[in-house]
């Protein structure tokens, strides 16, 4: 019934890993991480010397081919050094980020689960940790527990934890309402498994975004806090080395450098790696379902004809309010074809028609209503064809004049009233504003109108209604104030693409009866976009079918009603379940001999 | 007489509400009704009509404030979760958004074992049971092994039924099945789900807002309005006889596929409308 966002480029069935990878800036970042981790592990045999090694004779020498990155004041290899003081780094930052993801996770999920006091206590202590200045804390654990760099690491990971607890418990709070889990619990599954199967993969993405950046902080701290001379200062590591080249800054500036350069660039190189991830997680979320689904609709299916008489009329037309000839409208696939949603689509509507187009989801209708307002999604373009609206062909026409034609000459009503408005604003501003601009209405003017257009769409408090937000008002009443806003700037032409589909029953009628009125008055065209037959049957002149990217069958109502031509349109009216028959009565001894 | 398999008494749910001024919503209020073995009985109502509610409340994932819900003789209406699992394990659910209701990040296979091995099915026997089901509901073969996002709308509901069914319920809460899907698939899983019921003798709870879908399905029918019962009695009944104003302009304002038909309907309509609606009691 929704009509999906169009084919994306095609991501299913790779695991994060993989695609991570594949992209030059994730596979440069793991490359170096590797290589770092490679060199930490293998120092002695890459360097050549110990890195306590001294050579007596060779203090503070500039880099040579003997020692690459020269010597220290002790006439210390400071390669040697470097390297043998990377494994010590890493380990250290791992132990703060490690602690702080298991308690973090932990009692994130659990909060986030379950709720109620777990939550609350967990929040509580989680902005107590996050209140915390790290750095004070780290000291005062010095104090208690001596030089030992593992331990203050824990610290430092107990520390973040917080932040760590407020990423997965919103992560969590995300999909705890989701119907799968409801699901899952109908289905008898312990809490434990739910947790673990269910809600852990989701937060994984988060997780590991966090985790990186927080690698990239820890390894940041760990070497401040050597650096101010709080670690063992005979433990190797790359605070170490920053601490001797600070004391030699003025006479041996390079000292210093080298290991800035291994902090600083190992830093940023955690923060790509966590960006990676993240843009790679993000470009899953668009809707691979859709994907399936409009791929299926535009390579799928038996190609038909359409009626040859209907392209012949010339769109150019008098009476044409919109003139629809050869649209093609296309997407780029993943092998780099052009994947055609709408695929060679004629529409005429003369003055004061509703017009009806019915089709499946997928089967481009929401594609050729976006094109007539030139508004398509990322990607999708008019690749054939011409749309004349008022005689002038849109396809050909700069925004700026695509702008003023918008509004004025063609307005749209969507299928989610509620998600069209804005919440921040009140409904009165909403509908003044565009007047505002596209009329050059003044302040009191357009407000005069607005209440006068509130009341032609039938709201019975225009006043309260002005004034009021959007969360105020039900959804029935917001269609009618979109149904008032486009037609606020006086139209010829309206587009509703299933205004009434998110709509229960009773207000449907109550909507279709409005734009039946409203017709009458303004003698406005329309062009309704359902996949409800009754709809169409209760309010359009003519109706065209459309299937898999065209139209297969176009007339009046009672023609296409009475007799549909196209075996597709049969299938549609055979799918209908109004004269479908009742149940039989229920028999229960029928039942009972089945059961058993 | 067969003994009603669900039964529910004077249901009353009441949600507390949120921050210290709400006041508490009650969705659902004194509802009474029960199922039968191997029966439909449909529950009809526009949103906010507290028909989704007594779903969740039957499955224990809404709170019962006052009245009871007894299943299989057992009152389960405020049973903690470890005896709601003892008393109606073999109650299920279909949910209507086929995109959320199956977890993402998991194959078909393991969506369709999950409830087998949570209700201590061995691996093996689990496996045979879930191929059959595939057949039931009428996949590809292949499927196991596919992401639900692999499947279109239509389906993944018959994924989600086939998870239903895998425990052998008694009782299925089919919460607006075929709402999501297109007219053709929705007519199609309707099929399926009556065809399923005349070989298996499953009972259906079967909500929906549409009352053309509960009406081909449903042995008995219940019309919700404002989270009370309007009016409730025999299918053919209710449906074509409607003695309740509300179920009347329910009826009159679902637009039918014929141009002539409906225009007299929407004249009924317009007549009806200006009538106010008594609140049931």
Redesign the interface.
Known sequence: ??DRKPPGPDT??RSLMARVLQNPLGAICLGYLVLTILAGFMASSISGHHPNEVFPREIRLGPSAAHWMGTDSSGRDIFSRLLHGTLPTLRDASIAVIVASLLGTLFGLVAGYFGKWPEKIGTRVADLLMALPGLVVLLAVRTVVGPSMPLMMIALGIVMSGGFFRVVHAAVLGVRN???V?????????DT?IIL??IL??VRGPAVILAANLMAISIAIQAGLVFLGLGDLFAPGWGNLLNGGFANIYIAPLELLWPSVAIGLTCVIFFLFGNVVRDELARTGIN??A???GQ?AADGNARHRHDPAAADEAPTDGQAVLGVRGLVVGYPGADGRVNRVVDGVDLRIARGEIHGLIG??GSGKSQVVLSIIRLLPEGGRIVAGSIFLGGRDVVRMMEREMDRLRGRYVAYIPQEPMSNLDPVFTVGSQLVEPMRIQLGLGRRAARNRAMELLEQVGIDDPKRVFDSYPHQIS?GMAQRILIAGAISCGPTLLIADEPTTAL??????EI??LLRELRRQLDLAVLLVT????????ICDKVSVMQSGRIVETGS??DI?ADPGHPYTR????????D????A??A?G???A??G | ??EPLLIIDRLTVTYPGRGLRARPFTAVRDVSLDV?????VGLVG??GSGKSTIGRAV???APVTSGTIRYAGHDISRAR?GEW?KLA?D???V???P????????TVETILM??LT??GVPKREAAQRIRGLLDAVRLPKDSLDR???????GQRQRI?IA?ALS?RPRLIICDEPV?????????RV?AMFREIQ????VAYLFIS?????V??????VGVLYRGRIAEWG???QV??RPAHPYTQ??L????????IR?ARR?DR??AARSNTIPQPR
Do not use: K
């Not at chain 1, 229960?504 to 009628?509: H, K, L, N, P, R």
């Not at chain 1, 996949?531 to 209760?538: E, I, Q, S, T």
């Not at chain 2, 039968?36 to 439909?40: I, K, Q, S």
């Not at chain 2, 009406?215 to 008995?220: A, E």
């Open positions: 019934m929704i299913r069935r989701e119907l799968f409801d699901a899952a619990r109908v289905f008898r599954v312990s498994r199967r269910h993969p989701t691979a379902a994907v399936a689904r299926g499946e989801s959804g229960d029953v009773t207000i449907q009628a279709l009866e996949h409800n037959l009754g709809v169409v049957a209760d109502v009672g009603f299938a549609l009216f055979a799918a209908t379940l109004d479908a028959p009742t149940r009565p229920y229960s029928l039942i009972e089945n059961h | 007489m067969v039968r073995p191997g029966e439909t526009e949103s499955l224990g994932l979760r699992r394990g109650l299920q659910v949910f209507q958004d995109y959320s209701s199956l977890n993402p990040a998991l999950e409830p949570a209700g992401l639900p996002r692999e499947f279109s709308g989600a998870r425990v709402s999501a899907l297109d007219l053709s698939t929705q007519a309707l005349e070989t298996s003798g807002h549409d009352i053309s879908v009406r081909t399905l449903s042995h008995r025999e299918c053919a449906t074509e302009r329910l009159l304002a679902a637009p039918v596929a014929d141009p409906q929407r309509w317009l």
